[in-house]
């Protein structure tokens, strides 16, 4: 997997071994693995890379904590929003950015399709995100089908990096076999098949697949207080190819129900909403009135239509947005050097604002 870049690049490495044998092995490793298939890759990226890409991580981005009912997490917004940053903020993360283009560069995603077999992937469409486990952090059982979603990833990049990362601290990628369920469906078995402990630069990826993907990672069960630890890692997924992009091809029905399909299946007779009707969006662009307003308080660059738009399909496929530098550079650098945490009552911590780069990453509430 290492060389499919020149020999001085600072993604990932280069590797003596002809790229064909390379693929050859990687494509059988994968089509031979259980539960489901996957590949693990260890130094995937240059090891000094990797240092200064965790560095940036850690001293220039904001982590929320992140709760729902299946998973709990700290982590950045998405790297894809990176895009927006001025050229001042972009300057502060060389060596992430260098990563994030590298991993959806043409030459990387044709190297996935070798060895999955997925078809062709999206280097528009990026997804990705840091994330860091801490002690009473985990990931339940899913599928992780959504969308278009093709591959699924993760580049761990465990804290500390000089111990390397204990089995029993947790934190293990678990994959599950599956069997069929009441309805003839298949779900995942209740104990998983597979444990893959987290190693500093180890690269995992597979396909994802209704019904058959089904993965979890285990409670950590250390701190930050013991040596500074926690499972960081990058995480995202490849999208199938998007309208316009060579090999688009309209999403097929899947034959079987993602996990999140069958979670929301109910005896209830909901009717669904008509195909034909479009999206409640503004039908004209904003007035130079309401511009020239609303640029004294945000970033003129989410004020545009094409950023709107491309935003509206995000929410529409996503359900959510996390906006980058959403405030206007004054009056981010203002408020971002005012704003603190204050404990008003016991038990109740509220934050004002955290801003890691000025102008943006601003991160509300804890």
Request: overall charge negative; glycine content about 6%.
């Amino acid at each position: 997997m290492t060389n499919r870049t020149h020999d001085r690049s600072p993604s990932p490495q280069h590797d003596s071994e002809p790229s064909l044998l390379k693929r050859l092995k990687l494509h059988t490793e994968y089509d031979g693995s259980n539960p489901f298939k996957h590949v693990v890759v260890d130094k995937l990226f240059q090891d000094d890379l990797l240092q200064r890409v965790k560095d940036e991580a850690l001293s220039e981005l904001s982590f929320s904590e992140k709760e729902t009912d299946i998973y709990k997490v700290y982590q950045t917004g998405d790297l894809a929003s990176l895009n927006y940053l001025d050229e001042q903020q972009i300057a502060l993360l060389p060596s992430l950015l260098t990563l994030r283009d590298a991993l959806y560069s043409p030459m990387f995603r044709n190297f996935l399709r070798a060895v999955t077999g997925c078809g062709p992937l999206s280097g528009t469409k990026q997804d990705m995100s840091i994330v860091s486990y801490r002690k009473g952090c985990h990931l339940l059982n899913h599928d992780d089908v959504i969308g278009t979603r093709r591959v699924s990833y993760i580049l761990y990049m465990p804290l500390p990096h000089y111990q390397g990362w204990q089995r029993e601290w947790g934190g293990a990628l678990e994959l599950y076999p599956v069997k069929p369920g009441s309805d003839g469906m298949p779900e995942p078995e209740a104990v998983p098949s597979k444990s893959i402990p987290p190693v500093w630069n180890q690269f995992v990826f597979f396909e994802v697949q209704p019904g058959h993907s089904f993965h979890s990672v285990e409670e950590v069960v250390v701190g930050e207080s013991e040596d500074g630890r926690q499972r960081l890692s990058i995480s995202g997924w490849f999208h199938a190819a998007q309208p316009g992009e060579e090999g688009y091809q309209p999403e097929p029905q899947p034959e079987l129900k993602s996990s999140r399909e069958q979670l929301a299946s109910t005896q209830t007779d909901f009717k669904s909403y008509p195909e034909n009707i479009e999206p409640p969006l503004p039908t004209e662009p904003l007035s130079e009135e309401h511009v020239s307003f609303l640029s004294e308080f945000l970033n003129p660059v989410y004020l545009q239509a094409r950023t709107m738009k491309a935003l509206a399909s995000r929410f529409v496929d996503e359900s959510s947005l996390e906006l980058h530098s959403f405030l206007c550079a004054p009056l981010a650098d203002k408020e971002g050097t005012r704003w603190t945490r204050f404990d008003p009552v016991p038990f109740h911590h509220l934050r004002r604002a955290k801003y890691a780069v000025a102008g943006g990453f601003g991160s509300f509430g804890s």
